[in-house]
């Protein structure tokens, strides 16, 4: 495509400063191109006081830039940790004495020459010691007061790289803008720009990453909401253009009696409920309808929308279609591959799985099955999609857990067959008005009800320093043959967390350190899984839990969605404040899954914030996962750093939730006037840059 920007699409590597380390630091953050760089904005600003009258007034915690002279520079070693402590006395033009102070770093090439009396200029956090003493510690040193900016940027970071080298990569992509070698045209119109009281998207991101002073933070606000704007515009103008598309298509309309569903829910000896019936009713019209269906089915955890997909997928079988069923791990792709191949093969169904594990002959069987017709349902992770795999006749995608997906690669896998059905599942129920954002182009069918003979989930709050008292519970459990679930927010242990210790819940809790204490105190009976083991290594614990050889299972979030062990009765879930509401309901979800009472333990720390203490507080009072998604978008204050991923909510890079909610109504608006005003093509640049190429691709189609 040949737009007259795409220099946006660089990569990182070609900004000078950066090599090939730094450039993979910068791939952690999600910055691979400029464009990224551009869009990864900082959380907050540090507004420095300038030669403030007295350093009196600015006190403890404020920052500074002033001048100072030079007293003496002193150096020394403090014994216990042999660290080189330098300490430059200066004073003010007030008098006051202000000490800077460098642990085992010193900057020689600034105080080389330095003498009694030079004048210098500092700036950093001040302190006040016990004894009333002014001090910086680590300051930023000046020779001289021009180019010193008075703000310092404070962006999300990974270990390796500091907020001042993102800032000045990001400022080196504001120089190729304002020196023209990469050229945005503005895409929107003067009069809402006028309206809003915006500035243009070039001068909105040049504000954002260098802001002068304290009038400049003021405007952040208003800058961020255009760039949010954008980017909501751009999501919206794909949906749009890919409904308009699809329901413009025709689909195969599958000729089917419904028999072959009914024999293997009459094998399965379950009843639907009403709101089951009801959804597969939806789907049967859809797939015998000569439009395309393009579905989304939703309800709360255990409310059985794998049952009533299982039965819409029969019907494409019957009906003489293929269907490709996506997941999004391969522990679910294959939990869902054990469960549905036994399910079926008394019926003569040939279910395959596709992994990026399955080994290359495999992939060549499976390959040859699928064009040949043998295979009957294909379930896999996004390798189903890869190039290669093709279907001979592919009439219905299942998605599962949609919103781990996104718009855009659900555009790209619709893209691929464009008249066999899709129905997306998604367990995160989605506040009514986000739907528009993340289901714009699809039909809804929910699930309210729940299967008979649920027992509403019991969840318990408890502080870290009694969580002792948790080991008591898992016992009980082990005695009547139940099992537990027990999650960790980390991976790796870090130093100084001794596991000998009484269960003490630490910033530095882990997996792996957690499954050694549990084993110290149940033995063999405890299995572990984080999403760093390999394939077979997660499928061997999972079964090993499922089956009966290990009663507790030590685990992250790789077992968050999907994942079903009637057996399981409790879960604990340490630091649950580190996690998004959604994200805990989606959690709590793996027990309860059976007729037996089930509790949910979320263990929190004293000090944790109010934010974090009203999401455990909504968690106790309500397993209604419609009710948690609506209080998860409450609660999401814009300080925290939760990841839309661990929330359920879609993945933006300007958009937060809770400043530009009231945004979401109007874009949808602006989005639908540009439709029907046949203006699309002015806005393939702002869809391309922020990463919906394939609705540009269906633009040009």
Same mark, same amino acid.
């Given at each position: 495509?040949?737009?007259?920007?795409?220099?946006?699409?660089?990569?990182?590597?070609?900004?000078?400063?950066?090599?090939?380390?730094?450039?993979?630091?910068?791939?952690?953050?999600?910055?691979?191109?400029? #464009?990224? +760089?551009?869009?990864?904005?900082?959380?907050?600003?540090?507004?420095?006081?300038?030669?403030?009258?007295?350093?009196?007034?600015?006190?403890?915690?404020?920052?500074?830039?002033?001048?100072?002279?030079?007293?003496?520079?002193?150096?020394?070693?403090?014994?216990?940790?042999?660290?080189?402590?330098?300490?430059?006395?200066?004073?003010?033009?007030?008098?006051?004495?202000?000490?800077?102070?460098?642990?085992?770093?010193?900057?020689?090439?600034?105080?080389?020459?330095?003498?009694?009396?030079?004048?210098?200029?500092?700036?950093?956090?001040?302190?006040?010691?016990?004894?009333?003493?002014?001090?910086?510690?680590?300051?930023?040193?000046?020779?001289?007061?021009?180019?010193?900016?008075?703000?310092?940027?404070?962006?999300?970071?990974?270990?390796?790289?500091?907020?001042?080298?993102?800032?000045?990569?990001?400022?080196?992509?504001?120089?190729?803008?304002?020196?023209?070698?990469?050229?945005?045209?503005?895409?929107?119109?003067?009069?809402?720009?006028?309206?809003k009281g915006w500035l243009s998207f070039i001068d909105s991101i040049k504000g954002i990453h260098n802001p002068q002073n304290a009038k400049d933070?003021?405007?952040?606000?208003?800058?961020?909401?255009?760039?949010? #704007?954008?980017?909501?515009?751009?999501?919206?103008?794909?949906?749009?253009?890919?409904?308009?598309?699809?329901?413009?298509?025709?689909?195969?309309?599958?000729?089917?009696?419904?028999?072959?569903?009914?024999?293997?829910?009459?094998?399965?000896?379950?009843?639907?409920?009403?709101?089951?019936?009801?959804?597969?009713?939806?789907?049967?019209?859809?797939?015998?309808?000569?439009?395309?269906?393009?579905?989304?089915?939703?309800?709360?955890?255990?409310?059985?929308?794998?049952?009533?997909?299982?039965?819409?997928?029969?019907?494409?079988?019957?009906?003489?279609?293929?269907?490709?069923?996506?997941?999004?791990?391969?522990?679910?792709?294959?939990?869902?591959?054990?469960?549905?191949?036994?399910?079926? $093969?008394?019926?003569?169904?040939?279910?395959?799985?596709?992994?990026?594990?399955?080994?290359?002959?495999?992939?060549?069987?499976?390959?040859?099955?699928?064009?040949?017709?043998?295979?009957?349902?294909?379930?896999?992770?996004?390798?189903?999609?890869?190039?290669?795999?093709?279907?001979?006749?592919?009439?219905?995608?299942?998605?599962?857990?949609?919103?781990?997906?996104?718009?855009?690669?659900?555009?790209?896998?619709?893209?691929?067959?464009?008249?066999?059905?899709?129905?997306?599942?998604?367990?995160?129920?989605?506040?009514?008005?986000?739907?528009?954002?993340?289901?714009?182009?699809?039909?809804?069918?929910?699930?309210?009800?729940?299967?008979?003979?649920?027992?509403?989930?019991?969840?318990?709050?408890?502080?870290?320093?009694?969580?002792?008292?948790?080991?008591?519970?898992?016992?009980?459990?082990?005695?009547?043959?139940?099992?537990?679930?027990?999650?960790?927010?980390?991976?790796?242990?870090?130093?100084?967390?001794?596991?000998?210790?009484?269960?003490?819940?630490?910033?530095?809790?882990?997996?792996?350190?957690?499954?050694?204490?549990?084993?110290?105190?149940?033995?063999?009976?405890?299995?572990?899984?984080?999403?760093?083991?390999?394939?077979?290594?997660?499928?061997?614990?999972?079964?090993?839990?499922?089956?009966?050889?290990?009663?507790?299972?030590?685990?992250?979030?790789?077992?968050?969605?999907?994942?079903?062990?009637?057996?399981?009765? +409790?879960?604990?879930?340490?630091?649950?404040?580190?996690?998004?509401?959604?994200?805990?309901?989606?959690?709590?979800?793996?027990?309860?899954?059976?007729?037996?009472?089930?509790?949910?333990?979320?263990?929190? $720390?004293?000090?944790?914030?109010?934010?974090?203490?009203?999401?455990?507080?909504?968690?106790?009072?309500?397993?209604?996962?419609?009710?948690?998604?609506?209080?998860?978008?409450?609660?999401?204050?814009?300080?925290?750093?939760?990841?839309?991923?661990?929330?359920?909510?879609?993945?933006?890079?300007?958009?937060?939730?809770?400043?530009?909610?009231?945004?979401?109504?109007?874009?949808?608006?602006?989005?639908?006037?540009?439709?029907?005003?046949?203006?699309?093509?002015?806005?393939?640049?702002?869809?391309?840059?922020?990463?919906?190429?394939?609705?540009?691709?269906?633009?040009?189609?």
């Open positions: 495509m040949n737009h007259s920007a795409p220099s946006l699409s660089c990569s990182v590597i070609s900004l000078p400063g950066v090599g090939n380390k730094t450039c993979d630091l910068l791939k952690k953050l999600g910055c691979l191109t400029f #464009f990224d +760089l551009l869009t990864h904005l900082p959380t907050r600003f540090i507004l420095k006081q300038f030669n403030p009258i007295t350093l009196s007034s600015v006190g403890e915690g404020g920052h500074v830039i002033i001048s100072v002279s030079v007293e003496q520079v002193s150096k020394r070693e403090k014994n216990k940790w042999r660290k080189q402590i330098t300490t430059v006395s200066c004073h003010t033009k007030h008098d006051e004495v202000l000490e800077l102070v460098f642990f085992n770093y010193f900057p020689e090439h600034l105080f080389k020459n330095l003498k009694k009396n030079d004048n210098i200029v500092v700036s950093g956090k001040l302190e006040v010691t016990a004894a009333g003493l002014f001090r910086l510690t680590h300051p930023k040193i000046y020779r001289t007061i021009s180019h010193i900016n008075k703000v310092d940027v404070v962006y999300p970071l990974v270990a390796g790289l500091s907020s001042l080298q993102l800032n000045k990569f990001a400022m080196l992509c504001i120089e190729h803008l304002k020196n023209k070698k990469i050229v945005i045209k503005e895409w929107l119109e003067s009069e809402l720009l006028c309206k933070l003021e405007w952040q606000g208003r800058l961020r909401k255009r760039i949010a #704007f954008d980017e909501l515009l751009a999501n919206q103008l794909a949906i749009r253009i890919s409904r308009k598309r699809h329901s413009d298509e025709s689909g195969e309309v599958l000729k089917f009696s419904g028999e072959l569903a009914e024999k293997v829910l009459k094998s399965t000896g379950m009843t639907l409920t009403a709101g089951q019936a009801l959804a597969l009713h939806e789907l049967q019209a859809d797939q015998k309808s000569s439009k395309r269906m393009v579905r989304l089915l939703q309800g709360d955890v255990g409310s059985g929308k794998t049952l009533v997909a299982l039965l819409a997928a029969l019907n494409a079988v019957e009906g003489g279609g293929q269907v490709a069923l996506m997941v999004p791990t391969d522990v679910l792709a294959n939990q869902h591959f054990d469960l549905i191949s036994k399910l079926l $093969s008394a019926f003569g169904i040939n279910v395959c799985l596709l992994t990026g594990a399955t080994i290359k002959s495999k992939r060549k069987t499976i390959s040859s099955e699928l064009i040949s017709g043998d295979i009957n349902i294909l379930i896999g992770t996004h390798a189903l999609f890869q190039k290669g795999v093709e279907f001979k006749g592919l009439g219905l995608i299942v998605i599962d857990e949609q919103h781990r997906f996104g718009v855009q690669q659900r555009l790209a896998l619709m893209n691929k067959n464009k008249v066999c059905d899709v129905l997306a599942m998604s367990a995160t129920p989605i506040p009514r008005t986000l739907s528009l954002i993340m289901y714009g182009d699809m039909d809804v069918s929910t699930l309210k009800d729940k299967p008979s003979g649920r027992i509403p989930i019991r969840t318990i709050t408890t502080l870290d320093s009694k969580a002792e008292l948790v080991v008591e519970l898992i016992k009980q459990r082990i005695a009547r043959n139940e099992k537990t679930f027990w999650i960790c927010p980390l991976i790796e242990e870090k130093e100084g967390v001794d596991t000998d210790d009484p269960l003490v819940v630490t910033n530095c809790s882990a997996a792996v350190a957690r499954f050694d204490f549990l084993k110290k105190k149940f033995g063999d009976k405890v299995g572990l899984v984080h999403g760093r083991l390999k394939d077979k290594e997660k499928e061997r614990s999972m079964a090993e839990f499922a089956h009966g050889q290990v009663d507790v299972l030590v685990a992250t979030t790789v077992v968050e969605i999907g994942i079903d062990v009637p057996g399981a009765t +409790l879960i604990i879930i340490e630091q649950a404040y580190r996690f998004g509401l959604s994200q805990l309901h989606q959690l709590r979800g793996r027990v309860g899954r059976a007729n037996k009472a089930s509790d949910c333990v979320l263990i929190f $720390s004293e000090n944790i914030g109010s934010i974090a203490r009203a999401r455990l507080r909504a968690m106790k009072d309500s397993n209604d996962g419609f009710y948690i998604a609506e209080q998860d978008l409450k609660l999401r204050g814009g300080g925290e750093i939760l990841g839309h991923k661990q929330s359920g909510l879609p993945e933006f890079r300007t958009v937060d939730f809770e400043k530009h909610y009231h945004l979401f109504d109007e874009v949808a608006k602006y989005a639908t006037q540009i439709i029907e005003m046949g203006a699309i093509s002015d806005f393939s640049l702002l869809m391309e840059i922020f990463g919906y190429d394939v609705g540009v691709e269906l633009i040009e189609a």
